[in-house]
Protein backbone atom coordinates (compact mmCIF):
# COMPACT_ATOMS: atom_id res chain seq x y z
CA UNK A 1 0.00 0.00 0.00
CA UNK A 2 1.37 3.61 -0.81
CA UNK A 3 0.30 7.02 -0.74
CA UNK A 4 -0.30 6.73 -4.51
CA UNK A 5 -2.86 3.70 -4.28
CA UNK A 6 -5.71 4.50 -1.90
CA UNK A 7 -7.34 1.82 -0.27
CA UNK A 8 -10.12 0.31 -2.17
CA UNK A 9 -12.28 -3.05 -2.10
CA UNK A 10 -11.39 -3.36 -5.62
CA UNK A 11 -8.09 -3.74 -5.12
CA UNK A 12 -7.71 -6.07 -2.10
CA UNK A 13 -4.09 -5.83 -1.71
CA UNK A 14 -4.16 -2.07 -0.31
CA UNK A 15 -6.30 -3.28 2.65
CA UNK A 16 -5.65 -4.52 5.96
CA UNK A 17 -6.89 -8.08 6.41
CA UNK A 18 -9.64 -7.02 8.91
CA UNK A 19 -11.22 -4.90 6.39
CA UNK A 20 -11.70 -7.43 4.40
CA UNK A 21 -15.07 -8.19 5.58
CA UNK A 22 -16.69 -4.85 4.81
CA UNK A 23 -14.86 -4.80 1.98
CA UNK A 24 -16.30 -8.18 0.29
CA UNK A 25 -19.77 -6.43 1.22
CA UNK A 26 -19.16 -3.76 -1.43
CA UNK A 27 -17.36 -6.34 -3.61
CA UNK A 28 -21.14 -8.61 -3.52
CA UNK A 29 -22.94 -5.43 -4.18
CA UNK A 30 -20.94 -4.70 -6.98
CA UNK A 31 -21.02 -7.91 -8.67
CA UNK A 32 -24.84 -8.14 -8.15
CA UNK A 33 -25.23 -4.89 -9.82
CA UNK A 34 -23.34 -6.60 -12.59
CA UNK A 35 -25.73 -9.65 -12.34
CA UNK A 36 -28.82 -7.28 -12.67
CA UNK A 37 -27.78 -5.42 -15.51
CA UNK A 38 -26.73 -8.83 -17.50
CA UNK A 39 -29.71 -10.34 -16.50
CA UNK A 40 -32.32 -7.24 -17.27
CA UNK A 41 -30.65 -7.44 -21.14
CA UNK A 42 -30.96 -10.85 -21.58
CA UNK A 43 -33.06 -12.12 -24.45
CA UNK A 44 -33.93 -15.71 -22.28
CA UNK A 45 -34.80 -14.24 -19.20
CA UNK A 46 -38.46 -13.83 -19.84
CA UNK A 47 -40.45 -12.49 -17.16
CA UNK A 48 -38.48 -10.20 -14.83
CA UNK A 49 -40.51 -11.17 -11.94
CA UNK A 50 -38.32 -14.77 -11.90
CA UNK A 51 -35.32 -12.93 -10.75
CA UNK A 52 -37.37 -11.45 -7.90
CA UNK A 53 -37.04 -13.33 -5.18
CA UNK A 54 -33.08 -13.33 -5.77
CA UNK A 55 -33.37 -9.31 -5.89
CA UNK A 56 -35.38 -9.42 -2.55
CA UNK A 57 -32.60 -10.75 -0.62
CA UNK A 58 -29.81 -8.38 -2.09
CA UNK A 59 -32.28 -5.60 -1.05
CA UNK A 60 -32.53 -6.79 2.15
CA UNK A 61 -28.95 -7.18 3.03
CA UNK A 62 -27.85 -3.47 1.71
CA UNK A 63 -30.73 -2.19 3.36
CA UNK A 64 -29.40 -3.56 6.52
CA UNK A 65 -25.83 -2.76 5.54
CA UNK A 66 -26.87 0.83 5.36
CA UNK A 67 -28.96 1.04 8.00
CA UNK A 68 -26.59 -0.31 10.26
CA UNK A 69 -24.04 2.42 8.80
CA UNK A 70 -26.45 5.29 9.78
CA UNK A 71 -27.85 4.30 12.92
CA UNK A 72 -24.23 2.94 14.61
CA UNK A 73 -21.42 3.01 12.33
CA UNK A 74 -21.43 6.54 11.34
CA UNK A 75 -22.25 8.06 14.87
CA UNK A 76 -18.70 5.73 16.28
CA UNK A 77 -16.93 7.11 13.83
CA UNK A 78 -17.77 10.49 14.37
CA UNK A 79 -17.04 9.91 18.33
CA UNK A 80 -13.90 8.15 18.04
CA UNK A 81 -12.22 9.84 14.86
CA UNK A 82 -12.54 13.74 15.12
CA UNK A 83 -12.32 13.68 11.18
CA UNK A 84 -14.62 11.61 9.86
CA UNK A 85 -17.30 13.91 10.82
CA UNK A 86 -16.28 16.61 7.47
CA UNK A 87 -15.29 13.94 5.76
CA UNK A 88 -18.82 12.36 5.73
CA UNK A 89 -20.38 14.75 4.69
CA UNK A 90 -19.55 13.39 0.97
CA UNK A 91 -21.77 10.90 1.53
CA UNK A 92 -25.00 12.70 2.13
CA UNK A 93 -28.31 11.80 0.57
CA UNK A 94 -26.15 8.64 -0.79
CA UNK A 95 -28.31 5.92 0.78
CA UNK A 96 -31.83 7.90 0.37
CA UNK A 97 -31.05 8.05 -3.50
CA UNK A 98 -30.04 4.17 -3.52
CA UNK A 99 -33.39 3.50 -2.09
CA UNK A 100 -35.41 5.43 -4.57
CA UNK A 101 -33.02 3.58 -7.31
CA UNK A 102 -33.67 -0.27 -5.97
CA UNK A 103 -37.36 0.66 -5.38
CA UNK A 104 -37.34 1.13 -8.96
CA UNK A 105 -35.65 -1.78 -9.64
CA UNK A 106 -38.38 -3.59 -7.67
CA UNK A 107 -41.47 -1.63 -9.58
CA UNK A 108 -39.59 -3.30 -12.94
CA UNK A 109 -39.63 -6.95 -11.36
CA UNK A 110 -42.69 -6.70 -10.29
CA UNK A 111 -45.48 -9.17 -11.90
CA UNK A 112 -47.14 -6.82 -14.96
CA UNK A 113 -44.30 -4.49 -15.09
CA UNK A 114 -43.46 -3.26 -18.49
CA UNK A 115 -40.30 -5.55 -19.93
CA UNK A 116 -38.35 -1.97 -20.87
CA UNK A 117 -38.44 -1.14 -17.58
CA UNK A 118 -35.67 -3.30 -15.88
CA UNK A 119 -32.64 -2.48 -17.97
CA UNK A 120 -32.79 1.88 -17.35
CA UNK A 121 -33.84 0.99 -13.58
CA UNK A 122 -30.68 -1.67 -13.03
CA UNK A 123 -28.86 0.35 -15.20
CA UNK A 124 -29.27 3.59 -12.97
CA UNK A 125 -29.04 1.52 -9.69
CA UNK A 126 -25.60 0.15 -10.92
CA UNK A 127 -24.28 3.72 -11.54
CA UNK A 128 -25.55 5.38 -8.11
CA UNK A 129 -23.90 1.79 -6.23
CA UNK A 130 -20.20 2.28 -8.08
CA UNK A 131 -20.18 6.06 -7.20
CA UNK A 132 -21.15 5.62 -3.54
CA UNK A 133 -19.24 2.84 -2.73
CA UNK A 134 -16.01 4.41 -4.32
CA UNK A 135 -17.02 7.43 -2.30
CA UNK A 136 -18.20 5.60 1.03
CA UNK A 137 -14.50 3.74 0.53
CA UNK A 138 -12.43 7.27 0.30
CA UNK A 139 -13.86 8.59 3.53
CA UNK A 140 -14.17 5.29 5.76
CA UNK A 141 -11.15 3.59 5.42
CA UNK A 142 -8.75 5.91 6.45
CA UNK A 143 -11.35 6.46 9.48
CA UNK A 144 -11.10 2.31 10.09
CA UNK A 145 -7.48 2.89 10.16
CA UNK A 146 -7.28 5.65 13.26
CA UNK A 147 -10.04 3.39 14.58
CA UNK A 148 -7.33 0.63 15.09
CA UNK A 149 -7.95 -3.12 14.33
CA UNK A 150 -9.29 -3.94 17.94
CA UNK A 151 -12.00 -1.49 17.86
CA UNK A 152 -12.76 -1.10 14.63
CA UNK A 153 -13.70 -5.47 15.42
CA UNK A 154 -15.21 -4.85 18.29
CA UNK A 155 -17.54 -2.68 16.07
CA UNK A 156 -17.81 -5.15 13.21
CA UNK A 157 -19.42 -7.23 15.80
CA UNK A 158 -21.61 -4.93 17.19
CA UNK A 159 -22.54 -4.09 13.77
CA UNK A 160 -23.35 -8.16 12.70
CA UNK A 161 -25.77 -8.48 16.28
CA UNK A 162 -28.35 -6.26 14.39
CA UNK A 163 -28.74 -8.19 11.29
CA UNK A 164 -32.59 -10.01 11.18
CA UNK A 165 -32.32 -13.53 10.57
CA UNK A 166 -33.24 -13.50 6.74
CA UNK A 167 -30.05 -11.33 6.51
CA UNK A 168 -28.03 -13.32 8.65
CA UNK A 169 -29.14 -16.79 6.23
CA UNK A 170 -28.10 -14.72 3.09
CA UNK A 171 -24.70 -13.01 4.24
CA UNK A 172 -22.04 -15.52 4.13
CA UNK A 173 -22.77 -17.56 0.86
CA UNK A 174 -23.22 -14.19 -0.78
CA UNK A 175 -20.44 -12.55 0.63
CA UNK A 176 -18.52 -15.41 -0.23
CA UNK A 177 -19.95 -16.41 -3.82
CA UNK A 178 -16.78 -16.01 -6.16
CA UNK A 179 -14.68 -13.99 -3.73
CA UNK A 180 -11.06 -14.13 -3.55
CA UNK A 181 -10.09 -17.35 -2.01
CA UNK A 182 -7.21 -15.62 0.41
CA UNK A 183 -9.83 -12.81 1.60
CA UNK A 184 -12.67 -15.04 1.95
CA UNK A 185 -10.16 -17.52 4.28
CA UNK A 186 -9.31 -14.54 5.92
CA UNK A 187 -12.53 -13.88 7.37
CA UNK A 188 -14.13 -16.93 7.51
CA UNK A 189 -11.62 -17.90 10.19
CA UNK A 190 -13.62 -15.07 12.41
CA UNK A 191 -16.82 -17.26 11.96
CA UNK A 192 -17.60 -19.46 14.82
CA UNK A 193 -17.08 -22.87 13.55
CA UNK A 194 -20.61 -24.07 13.60
CA UNK A 195 -21.83 -21.13 11.93
CA UNK A 196 -18.90 -21.59 9.17
CA UNK A 197 -20.67 -25.02 8.47
CA UNK A 198 -23.58 -23.96 8.51
CA UNK A 199 -22.89 -21.26 5.42
CA UNK A 200 -20.92 -23.41 3.27
CA UNK A 201 -24.09 -26.01 3.40
CA UNK A 202 -27.41 -25.46 4.21
CA UNK A 203 -27.12 -21.95 3.69
CA UNK A 204 -25.04 -22.18 0.28
CA UNK A 205 -28.10 -24.47 -0.92
CA UNK A 206 -30.70 -22.15 -0.39
CA UNK A 207 -28.38 -18.90 -1.24
CA UNK A 208 -27.49 -20.79 -4.51
CA UNK A 209 -31.07 -21.86 -5.40
CA UNK A 210 -32.10 -17.83 -5.65
CA UNK A 211 -29.26 -17.06 -7.69
CA UNK A 212 -29.87 -20.11 -10.17
CA UNK A 213 -32.61 -18.24 -12.22
CA UNK A 214 -29.85 -15.12 -12.56
CA UNK A 215 -26.86 -17.48 -13.52
CA UNK A 216 -29.25 -19.42 -15.64
CA UNK A 217 -30.20 -16.76 -18.30
CA UNK A 218 -27.11 -14.74 -18.04
CA UNK A 219 -24.27 -16.70 -17.16
CA UNK A 220 -21.66 -16.00 -14.83
CA UNK A 221 -20.60 -12.73 -14.40
CA UNK A 222 -16.55 -11.91 -14.89
CA UNK A 223 -15.65 -9.47 -12.16
CA UNK A 224 -14.68 -5.74 -13.63
CA UNK A 225 -11.43 -4.86 -14.78
CA UNK A 226 -9.62 -3.07 -12.25
CA UNK A 227 -9.13 0.57 -12.59
CA UNK A 228 -5.96 2.36 -14.51
CA UNK A 229 -3.86 3.98 -12.15
CA UNK A 230 -3.98 7.82 -13.04
Same mark, same amino acid.
Given at each position: ???????????????????????????????????????????????????????????????????????????????????????????????? *???????????? #? +? &????? @??? /? =??????????????????????????????????????????????????????????????????????????????? *???????????? #? +? &????? @??? /? =?????????
Amino acid at each position: MTAAEPMSSERLVTLPGHFHGFALMHIAMRRDAARLAAAARSANLGSPERIGAWWRGLRDVIDWHHHSEDEILWPELRRAVPSFAAAAAALDGDHA *GLDKAMDTVGAA #L +A &PGAPA @TAL /V =PAADAFGGLLRDHLATEEHVVFPAFTELGEQRYLALERRLLRTAPPRVLGHLQPWMFDAADPTSAAHVAATIPPPVRLL *GRTVLRRRYERL #L +A &PVVRH @TGP /V =PPPRPKEKR
